[in-house]
């Protein structure tokens, strides 16, 4: 028993990173209706953003953890405004396309300045050690990780469902037609919104960096399993992401110990039952199935 809930414990904590960025995914495809396949891209940067403010400018994990994702927003406002919202009347493959060739631009810079291997990311110095959780010690890093994103996710979903703004942005993220049917601008909410995703992806690559070793590829294979996450908890639905990416992560710790040779499929086949039975995931509405 205390050897299955510290797996399940370490699946929450992997699941604290596809909670944030599928939380950030379901907004940014909420209202734009955008596969952003270069969220993968930001969480790398997020990642990187930390270790360069630490080995070139001496900036502690604690610093980067504010500091990072609020520059990396205002990053991804810019890139809305700039591009994404150009190919937004257009077949939603042009934005695919686009994101696609961002991923690929920022995993280059990177390699070339730094190249393909893997960079160490040390943990702050007051959570190195580990935290006695009754059955099981864990590592105090890990612990500080999922509740800090299971933090940052009731204070997204407080701002989102307690306040005005964050009404009119939930109801332009599950319901943008009829949220303009009701007169509201929701096209000044659009580059707020995606540089509110984009930084929660941020988020989420500076607090795997110390878990992680930092690298330029870190992302492309997680950003897959991201949209599996999106799809299971129901495209658009902000509450689905997170209690999905929960829900997956614990699937694919466990998955890793007792079927390793099936823990990422059993993401995949789960996504496929969940679309036969319901097409718009576990927690969306009907409306949003393709």
Known sequence: MSDLLQHAFNGLVNGSFYALLALGLAVIFGMLGVVNFAHGAFFMLG?????????????SFWIA??????????????????????LVALDPLYNFLLTFGLTLIFQDLLRMKYGSQPQPYPQPAGLRGTVDLGLFDFPAYQVFVLVFSVLVSVGAWLLLAR??????IRAATERPELTRAMGIDVGRWISPVFGFGIALAALSGVLAAPMRAVSPLMGADLIILVFAV????????????????????????????????LATTSVFILMAVVLLWRPAGLFGREETAV
């Open 65 to 86: 953890l504010l500091v990072v994702p609020l520059a990396l927003g205002v990053v991804g406002m810019l890139l809305e405004r700039l591009l994404v919202r150009r």
């Open 230 to 261: 999106v799809v299971i908890g129901g495209l658009g639905s902000i509450f689905g992401s997170v209690a999905a990416g929960f829900l997956i992560g614990m699937l694919q710790a466990l998955g890793n110990v007792y079927v390793p040779g």
């Open 163 to 168: 306040t005005r703004v964050g009404m009119i």
């Open 47 to 59: 990642a990187f953003g930390a270790f360069i403010l630490l080995n070139e400018a001496g900036v």
